[in-house]
């Protein structure tokens, strides 16, 4: 090649270079306008501290002012090891000629995976720059988690909006400091960022203003098509709900029924996202006659339903339907997340009241007793509510606005990792049917979800007997079917240690209770065909803690689908004859019914 060709080659990326830059400052305009266009429409935030975050962090300066010694003796230390680190990162960009080893500091927090592209390791610089971040987001939270005395509830609250900043002030998200972006944009001549742009300008349009980061390929997945396709109908409904029956894989079935209840914060199909990973085509196969609730994305018309709107006109008519379309007097009841809080109620006012329609209750990671419940509760407190409360004057809390909670409880996962992969290196996110579904969030009516944070979260009333449905009071003590009860180890949602404790204040004399591996998903929809994970169980429940009940219990690899079949079984009646969905009640329409398909968000 020709000194000519060269110069026009390089000519021609020039020309590219800047073209992309025009497109980035032009296609930047726009994000921001949009962004400014929807905060004028909304006429600003209504509240300076919506998360009521500044009672907290006062408490917290206060704690730390009464404490000077301890604070000055801690920053002593950071700056001796902020010293150490700068010694040590200086002899490696010298080239001293000695092995220089990475430093392991008492305040160091172990690099995520956004540290994996190798020169944030190769490179002297940006070693240093991932060291010193792991080290003083270490030293932070370290500080705000042990410094002086403060109420435990208080403290939480500090540590999880400290590591929210923690989070997002790591120097991946940022295109100077993250090697991996910078090479993109070197290597690409900027169309990494081009790219990047117009998804971030994509995701504002879809949020009206507020950017919904993608997780996934969104055309990739369709309910009914590639998920949700176990074959089925909806054989009744009403406002809030469509009743599927699944067809029988078996030419004889278990005489007692199975209804699930899952939650309606998130729709039904988690537990049924493809043939491979689908509970509910499981425990077709295994001969039982299965049917699900899916419950309606709200919207205005919903505005009116309350907690025993969900109860009653919900669960119990749904069971009522199943004994009439099978032509039994009980059946088995399985149920998730606030799905199992719903159940757990329900079944108390049905023991207070004699009511002997279920047989046997299983709880997937559900939460009873609200004492301890994780980080959402750091969340929820009177004032937030309040706040809260005032926002849904349309009656039900968007979906997005529900996204937006979970996402912060895994901020790393699913809302950095993506600002990066997805805007500043231009890739596409890969398709994932768990994130789908994830991304295909629901509403709640407004005064359910008031219900459900003030009686549970805030003042714990089921625990304690104070709770009042239907006019009766009710407690974990009028649970008296047989319980299976499953949490799962890693669970930030609905904590082990938490489960543990509603199960264990049930009076039932049949309590199982089953501890799984991985987390508030893997755990439970973890087919025995991939052979993942673990569980524990110990019929032991004398035990206070957790923890307790750990030293006793027997670890047993794989899924607790089997276990659970096995307990079932024996609580499921004699064989009969396979039943048809609808035979009695009618087919509205084939599974998964319409209800599932909206995805209506009210903005």
């Not at 998200?173 to 944009?185: G, R, Y």
């Not at 009522?320 to 099978?326: A, K």
């Amino acid at each position: 090649m020709t000194d000519s060709d060269d110069q026009d080659t390089l000519a021609e990326q020039g020309h590219h270079v800047a073209h992309n830059m025009a497109e980035v400052f032009d296609i930047s305009s726009q994000i921001w306008q949009k962004f400014m266009a929807a905060q004028m429409q909304e006429g600003g935030p209504k509240h300076a501290d919506p998360l009521n975050t500044l009672p907290t962090f006062t408490e917290l300066y206060r704690t730390m002012w009464d404490h000077p010694q301890e604070v000055a003796d801690r920053t002593l230390e950071f700056w001796s090891e902020q010293t150490a680190l700068w010694q040590n990162s200086m002899r490696r960009l010298l080239g001293t000629g000695e092995p220089v080893e990475p430093l392991n500091l008492p305040h160091m927090m172990k690099a995520d995976k956004r540290f994996a592209h190798k020169e944030w390791s190769e490179n002297a610089v940006f070693d240093y720059i991932k060291q010193s971040y792991l080290l003083t987001s270490g030293w932070v939270q370290d500080t705000v988690n042990t410094v002086g005395e403060m109420d435990p509830k208080e403290r939480r609250k500090a540590a999880f909006y400290t590591r929210q900043f923690v989070e997002a002030m790591n120097p991946a998200n940022f295109f100077a400091l993250n090697p991996e972006v910078l090479e993109a944009t070197v290597t690409e001549k900027g169309d990494n960022l081009v790219r990047g742009l117009k998804m971030m300008l994509e995701d504002l349009e879809r949020g009206k203003g507020k950017l919904q980061i993608r997780q996934t390929d969104m055309d990739a997945f369709e309910v009914g098509r590639n998920t949700a396709i176990t074959d089925g109908a909806v054989i009744w409904q009403n406002d809030i709900l469509q009743l599927i029956q699944y067809a029988p894989a078996t030419e004889k079935v278990r005489q007692r029924p199975l209804l699930i209840i899952p939650p309606w914060i998130n729709k039904y199909y988690v537990l049924d996202l493809n043939p491979k990973k689908s509970l509910v085509k499981w425990l077709v196969d295994q001969g039982n006659t299965v049917f699900v609730v899916s419950w309606v994305n709200p919207d205005r018309r919903h505005r009116d339903k309350t907690w025993e709107s969900y109860m009653f006109e919900g669960a119990s008519a749904a069971i009522d339907r199943v004994l009439e379309e099978t032509g039994q007097k009980t059946l088995n009841v399985a149920s998730y997340c606030i799905g199992g809080t719903l159940t757990g109620t329900l079944t108390a006012w049905m023991g207070k009241k004699k009511d002997r329609r279920v047989h046997s209750a299983t709880f997937f990671t559900a939460q009873l007793d609200f004492e301890d419940a994780g980080e959402l509760q750091i969340m929820v407190d009177d004032q937030t509510i309040n706040v809260i409360d005032e926002e849904m004057d349309s009656g039900y809390m968007p979906a997005s606005k529900m996204a937006e909670a979970f996402n912060l409880l895994r901020s790393n996962d699913l809302i950095w990792g993506y600002m990066v992969s997805n805007y500043l290196l231009g890739k596409e996110p890969f398709p994932f049917d768990l994130l789908y579904w994830n991304a295909d969030s629901t509403a709640m009516p407004a005064r359910v979800h008031d219900f459900y944070l003030r009686e549970f979260y805030i003042k714990n009333n089921f625990a304690k007997g104070n709770l009042v449905v239907d006019g009766v009071n009710v407690t974990l003590a009028d649970i008296r079917m047989p319980v299976y009860h499953v949490a799962t180890k890693e669970d930030h949602i609905a904590p082990a240690a938490s489960v543990y404790r509603g199960a264990k204040e049930m009076k039932a004399a049949d309590v199982r209770f089953v501890l799984s591996g991985s987390g508030h998903i893997a755990g439970v929809v973890n087919p025995p065909d991939r052979n993942k994970y673990q569980y524990w169980t110990n019929s032991d429940m004398a035990h206070e803690s957790l923890e307790g009940w750990l030293t006793g219990a027997e670890e047993t690899a794989g899924s607790w689908w089997p276990d659970w079949d096995a307990w079932l079984k024996s609580r499921s009646g004699r064989m009969v004859n396979a039943r048809e969905p609808g035979r009695v009640l009618g087919v509205v329409e084939p599974a998964p019914g319409a209800y599932v398909k909206v995805r209506f968000d009210g903005e």
